[in-house]
């Protein structure tokens, strides 16, 4: 598609210009008709307030009923607009990304929760996108605010998805991006009895969001956690529906680990994971009779192959883990998830990572335009250099893949082997020579 990636559409912030967001209102009448109800929301970076204005002036141009909850994680305005009765959600984010980008993800209602919205409405906005019809917009009159009922119904869901926990005795510290989980912070872990060392929670409209922060830039936390001799650390995405965790020595725990610890102690025999998933994680699902579907990168890909297959667990690498019964990626319900069995277990973060061991790992991006994004594809050239490069590494027992991402303006190049040293050196050689071809 030419707006919609991976994750919605992403862009630099000041191509959210006010007639571009009219245009996206307009696709999703076309796709639903007008007596739509749109529930609008989004994360702390700056441009996220005057897009979330701008959109509540197209729906009022359009005659369309609408709310605004402000900052709130993507899962909880997934989980609230469908509970709340409205029939589409409009999040303003860009994740991760830095606070001079912003995004745009819509929801819609599915049979039993929200969802992202199907091929056929992205369609629908993309043709009003690039319409070159304009319209007379409406001044905006004050709308009833509905961020502190959200709030109150996604803490409560929190809870109630959790069960019966203890968090007492558990010392840790939790990085919010200065992002969208800032808001909530450390409420739930507080109430069951965890000590919460705080840090990057800053919950206004702002620059800093995922700067040298989150989990994206693990350094700080680290630095938290190991310094002050806490149990683990938390850090969320700019918009919450992923979360990675330090453990007491300053490891890195990713998406996949995660997987396994919640399988392994929900004794779960099915997972959903992608073509990013390391090799370790593999192996250990094949040893432990877990069976394995292998979807593309892309959340919304694993919601798919779970909902299509009954899969009870999935996610990505990076953090992204859709739990049982839950239809999108949620950081701050995967953390707690992760914290209850810390605390049911009484084994350490450390401990219960070491179910399997890592495969050395290597990621390398490359700047790249859409239109080298588009060559990766469909040059006979480099196609030829990536399956030179593929022959060669499985001859090592090793694996390559390069794919575009769908999210920002970067090829990455990911390869697994035996040696770290060498598949980096292999990684930043490709590099070169795709730089070279594209």
């Known amino acids: 598609m030419k707006y919609f990636g991976t994750d919605g559409i992403r862009q630099p912030a000041d191509q959210f210009t006010s007639e571009f967001l009219t245009r996206i209102v307009k696709g999703l009448i076309d796709y639903a008709g007008d007596e739509i109800k749109i529930m609008l929301g989004g994360d702390t970076r700056e441009s996220t307030e005057w897009i979330l204005q701008d959109l509540e002036t197209a729906c009022e141009s359009f005659g369309i009923e609408y709310m605004n909850v402000g900052v709130l994680p993507t899962p909880a305005i997934n989980y609230c607009f469908y509970q709340m009765g409205f029939d589409f959600a409009i999040d303003v984010t860009a994740s991760h990304n830095p606070y001079t980008d912003n995004g745009i993800k819509v929801f819609e209602r599915g049979s039993h929760y929200g969802q992202k919205l199907s091929e056929q ?9 690039d319409s070159a019809q304009t319209y007379a917009l409406a001044s905006t009159t004050i709308r009833e605010d509905l961020h502190s009922d959200a709030l109150e119904l996604y803490l409560a869901h929190l809870l109630e998805y959790l069960g019966d926990a203890d968090f007492t005795g558990l010392s840790l510290a939790m990085d919010c ?62 918009d919450g529906d992923r979360c990675l965790f330090i453990d007491h020595q300053g490891n890195e725990i990713d998406g996949d680990q995660i997987i ?46 779970m909902r299509t297959h009954h899969i009870p667990i999935g996610g990505e690498q990076s953090g992204h883990i859709i739990l049982p019964n839950e239809p999108t990626g949620d950081g701050m319900l995967t953390s707690l998830m992760l914290t209850k069995v810390i605390a049911e277990t009484g084994k350490s973060l450390h401990n219960l990572a070491s179910l399997y061991h890592k495969s050395p790992q290597v990621i390398v991006n490359l700047p790249a335009t ?59 050689k490709l590099k070169n020579e795709l730089e070279t071809l594209l």
């Open 260 to 305: 396994a610890i919640l399988a392994n102690h929900l004794k779960l025999n099915h997972i959903a994971i992608t073509v990013m998933a390391n090799q370790g994680l593999l192996n250990w699902a094949s040893d432990n009779h877990i069976a394995t579907e292998i979807t593309p990168v892309g959340d919304s890909n694993v919601a798919a192959a």
């Open 177 to 238: 991006a200065d992002g969208a989980t800032s808001v909530i912070n450390q409420t739930v872990f507080d109430e069951l009895g965890a000590k919460v060392t705080l840090i990057h929670a800053n919950s206004n409209y702002n620059t800093t969001i995922n700067h040298d922060c989150g989990s994206t830039h693990l350094d700080s936390l680290k630095d938290t956690v190991v310094n002050n001799h806490l149990d683990f650390g938390i850090a969320f995405d700019g």
């Open 370 to 428: 859409n239109q080298q994004k588009t060559s990766l594809k469909s040059s006979d050239s480099v196609q030829k250099l990536l399956l030179d490069y593929g022959q060669k590494l499985e001859a090592e027992n090793g694996r390559l893949l390069v794919r575009p991402s769908g999210t920002e303006p970067l090829i990455r190049i990911t390869i697994w082997g035996n040696d770290e040293a060498n598949i980096k050196t292999i990684a930043n």
């Open 121 to 129: 409405g992205c369609k629908s906005i993309e043709t009003a996108l």
